[in-house]
């Protein structure tokens, strides 16, 4: 296999740096966490994670889609609505009581949500406020990216807070808009942050002009994010690029980018070649039964993770029996299961004949019992003992041509 890389083609190509950070959950985020965690029962997800059905599975990524969720903002779930007092307009009221003091302050009783604590309500997007504001600081612009359309739009209320121009471009953008914002991006260096949903803007763009890339949330494929990364890292790219993944601590999303590295690891053994066993992560993947661990904490994984081996145990040596019995059954004959008779070359030799020996022997061919009455002839009997039966040996002797 021949296999091309960008820094061997051209050497100007500056380095890529990957970190990852590290964000808390909030106060509110922590009660959503663990408020979901507390209506799932172990017996279910076990159940779930053992039969392997397709409904399951579905079940099983819904929970972790809502997990996620809670990571990324607590306003995806409930977002706290403007409210306002009611409005008596229709109704006329005579002027008996003075005028309001808030007509003649020049504003209303209207009380809209606070953006300071929308922005404090989440860790992840505390901590890409504070890196917005030293990047925008140290002159870079940034590639932001998402896995929810719904999170792009709470993101675009927090730039337009903060006076930050963007671009956004995702799944719904036509082909046309995206010719331009790509335009756009390379030719205006105003525009500081362009948000991008992961699948929509992360192939066949050049968006050169950026030197940094957050992921606000990670792909499940490293492929993918790989790709994302190289809308800024490729040939073109004079400058350092840095990538960001926000990760909030002690989450499913640990657990998620633990397996993309290990997917990574595996990418690196197959193509470019190496120990597998250089590094300590492992590669086998279980499946749903895994999906099912990263609901949990540590402890109660490794509780979940021996129930589900005692099951897959108890499954096992149920089926082993289960084909042992089988296996009795097929040996025995008849209903009433009696022993199969033994069948000699004689036997064998007239299968589906009638029996010419002196045995006394029912015959086979279904020769009429002695019981049954004699059946009248017309015809006249030979001479006496025309009609006798030859045994075994007076047959084969007419077969050999030798008559007594």
């Known amino acids: 296999m021949l ?14 740096i990957e970190l990852d950070v590290q964000c808390e959950l909030t106060y509110r985020q922590r009660a959503l966490y663990k408020g979901l965690r507390d209506k799932i029962s172990i017996m279910d997800i076990i159940e779930k994670a053992a ?17 996620r969720k809670v990571c990324n903002h607590p306003d995806l779930f409930e977002r706290a609505e403007t409210s306002s007092p009611i409005d008596l307009g229709l109704y006329p009221i005579p002027k008996i009581l003075p005028e309001p003091s808030s007509e003649k302050m020049g504003y209303a009783h209207i009380k809209v949500p606070s953006m300071r604590r929308f922005v404090s309500d989440s ?16 002159g870079h612009r940034v590639l932001l990216y998402f896995q929810m359309t719904k999170m792009m739009d709470l993101c675009e209320e927090y730039l337009t807070y903060r006076h930050h121009r963007y671009l956004r471009l995702d799944g719904s953008s036509k082909l046309e808009d995206r010719r331009d914002m790509v335009s756009a991006w390379q030719t205006t260096p105003e525009i500081f942050v362009f948000i991008l949903s992961t699948r929509a803007g992360g192939l066949g763009i050049n968006l050169t002009a950026a030197d940094t890339v957050i992921f606000y949330d990670s792909d499940w494929n490293p ?21 960001y993944r926000l990760i909030t601590r002690g989450t499913i999303e640990e657990r998620i980018r633990t397996r993309a590295k290990q997917k990574e690891e595996v990418q690196r053994v197959v193509i470019q070649g190496g120990d597998p066993g250089a590094k300590k992560n492992t590669v086998d993947f279980k499946g749903t039964r895994e999906v099912a661990t990263w609901l949990f904490d540590d402890e109660e994984a490794e509780q979940l993770e021996k129930t589900l081996e005692a099951k897959e145990k108890e499954a096992e040596e149920a089926k082993a029996k289960g084909g042992a019995k089988r296996g009795k059954k097929k040996a025995k004959t008849g209903p009433a299961g009696e022993e199969p008779k033994a069948i000699n070359l004689e036997d064998l030799y007239h299968e589906g004949e009638g029996r010419f020996d002196d045995s006394g022997k029912p015959s086979e061919a279904g020769t009429p019992a002695a019981s049954a009455a004699p059946v009248p002839s017309s015809r006249k009997r030979g001479p006496k003992g025309g009609n006798k039966k030859k045994t075994t040996q007076e047959r084969l002797a007419m077969i050999d041509g030798v008559t007594k």
Do not use: C, P, W, Y
């Open 123 to 138: 860790g992840k997007l505390a901590k890409l406020d504070a890196l917005l504001t030293e990047l925008k600081a140290g």
């Open 3 to 16: 296999r091309r890389i960008k820094k061997h083609v051209q050497k100007e190509l500056g380095d890529k």
């Open 223 to 243: 492929t993918i994010d790989s790709q994302a990364m190289d809308r800024a890292h490729r040939l073109g790219q004079t400058r350092q690029v840095t990538v």
């Open 51 to 67: 039969s392997g059905a397709d409904e399951n599975n579905a079940t099983l990524m819904n929970l972790v889609m809502q997990f």
